[in-house]
């Protein structure tokens, strides 16, 4: 994580470093980002950056986390907190604020999408793995509150339930990313909120009568006659 000179550069200064990063990351991934041109950009020379970061991974794993508070800064995470009647409406309240600002800053869906693709990678420098670490324990938890009050199912393992999840929510945001330029804002909320209203319906726990749930007779009876 950034040196402590980094943190006393001034706001602005290190807002303009970490955006320009950002963008460079978003555009290129980490393996293919420059990290002389990040530098060039942002206008601070090569000797200069590290006094600010170790290296690219460093520098990768700041952007993450500044961006990922930036995002969730607003959002109640206290998932110890919640009850079903507010599981599922803080969580599309979290959903609905990063759509926001993946509108205000449309480079920061392809960066969080960078640093997903980068964590499934074997190697991954340890500020990385921290992060993806510190990620899945969040996911994890959100997963098992939801068992806890019954927002949730149970009836699947957890990593099966997590990984279900996380590959609906990358589908989407690949999809969206390949054709963010010509969807009118309308038409991407109406596609997100249809796949988190998909997702949703996954991992609650399925009616106790799946057969009436679907219209058919109830278990241990037959149909009813005309």
């Given at each position: ?164 999840m996380t590959a609906a929510d990358d589908a989407c945001d ?53």
């Amino acid at each position: 994580m950034p040196r402590p000179r980094f943190q006393k550069l001034a706001p602005e200064k290190r807002a303009r470093i970490l955006e320009t990063a950002a963008r460079e990351f978003a555009a290129h991934g980490f393996e293919a980002a420059s990290l002389n041109h990040i530098l060039a950009a942002a206008g601070i020379s090569k000797g200069a950056a590290y006094y600010y970061f170790d290296d690219k991974a460093d520098l990768f794993a700041a952007v993450i986390e500044h961006y990922w508070q930036r995002v969730l800064g607003t959002i109640d995470l206290d998932f110890a907190a919640r009850d079903a009647s507010t599981f599922w409406s803080k969580t599309h309240e979290l959903y609905h604020r990063a759509l926001d600002d993946a509108y205000e800053q449309p480079w920061l869906l392809p960066l969080f999408k960078s640093f997903w693709g980068r964590a499934q990678s074997t190697g991954l420098p340890k500020p990385m793995a921290d992060q993806f670490a510190a990620l899945i324990t969040w996911l994890r938890g959100f997963v098992e509150r939801g068992r806890e009050i019954g927002a949730i199912r149970s009836d699947l393992p957890l990593d099966l339930l997590l990984a279900l999840m996380t590959a609906a929510d990358d589908a989407c945001d690949r999809w969206l990313i390949e054709n963010w330029d010509r969807l009118e804002r309308p038409e991407v909320e109406r596609i997100t909120h249809a796949v988190f209203d998909g997702v949703r319906r996954m991992v609650e726990p399925p009616p106790r009568d799946p057969a009436a749930a679907c219209g058919g007779p109830a278990r241990g009876g037959s149909p009813k006659s005309p």
